[in-house]
């Protein structure tokens, strides 16, 4: 009974405004790809980052989601004219300095509250920011606008979140779960760490797998500025599982 309900709704809407009016989404186009040259790329299907639709980094802390984010927000500010970091607290503008990031075309906006957030990260996505990278949770009603905004200029959304509420989860296009695997140490000092990447959802291509890389830390008292911060991809490894053997008949 509801679907018939629908039905003529949908009808009566196109008789009246065109067959053009509406579109069911198995007809629409595939959002257009960014390429932040990481391997992310490989784990979305489309061969970047989805422009006009939120991605969101999660997973508990220290597991390298924020590494990859500045890595990413970095090549944003040599790409774009402008990169925003909606900060909801802690986002130091020299943590960037290792990727070499060009800090004339970003701008963080200190935003101590969610409501602060959702407002500003909707207004600048609608004004025709390139790149948001969001550091915290935006509030449920902002999340429609955000997307519509960011829909209509093609910006390029960024969540790094320890953990999801459901609007939020469920208003992202793709999600990557990261983990972390291991330490890496060198000549007995912590030297980086060894984290998965692994795609947890994808409303724009079939849902791929996962990517292991390496985060490596300064290992001297050099200045931050003369590090340069790597994000390496590493080779999966799988384990295979011996052959059973067969039972007598």
Known sequence: MQGQKLELAIDSIRVRFGSQALTRAAELPPPQAWSSGTSVDSLTGIGGLPRGRLSLFTGSGTCGKLTLALSLLATATHQFAHSIVIDAGGFDPQSLLPFSAELG?????????????????????RAGASFILLTGEVPEHWLGPLESGANRSGTVLVGVIDALSRALAHASSFSLGFSRSDWVWERGQLAGLRASARCVKNRVAPPLGETLFEVRYPLSERPLAGYAAGVTEVLLHFEEAPPRESAAV
């Open 105 to 125: 075309a970003l701008t963080v906006v200190r935003a101590p509250a969610p409501e602060i957030a959702g407002e500003a990260a909707a207004t600048l996505a």
